[in-house]
């Protein structure tokens, strides 16, 4: 990572720039790829977390977050999660563009699936949930 003339460095304005083509095509509060997550993560390790989320205008609270999270994965002592999906995320209308699915277990196994136009979210979730718990340990 080298400086610029205002001391930040390259990445941290590549990172920026992400960020800010992210918030133009998906809108002001879009949610950002896991991939420009884990750049803003590398930013924080190298500047801190404050530091980093002031500079590329992201929450303190999720990026903090997000590099405790990435600790904990390196240490292997990461817990669970449980996400609840409101019911009606779940039985609203069918999605109207592709929509991707991927559900992880804890251990890093992965199960995505792709909705065509039309396809309800609900049958979705419930696939990627029984195929995560029918797997063979």
Known sequence: MAENAGGLTVEVSVVRERIAHCRRVGGERC??????????????????AYRAARELGVSYDS?????????????????GGFVEWPAAALVA???????????????????TIRLGPGQPLDAAMTAAVTALRARQP
Request: aromatic residues 2%; proline residues 4%; charged residues 25%.
């Open 31 to 48: 949610m950002l790829p896991l991939e420009v997550w884990a750049d803003a993560v590398a930013v924080a390790q190298a500047c801190g």
């Open 63 to 79: 990026l903090h977050r997000r590099l405790r999270e990435q600790a904990a994965a390196a240490r292997g002592d990461g817990e």
């Open 93 to 111: 209308a069918p999605v109207a563009s592709e929509t991707v699915v991927e559900v992880a277990a804890g251990d890093g196994m992965r199960v």
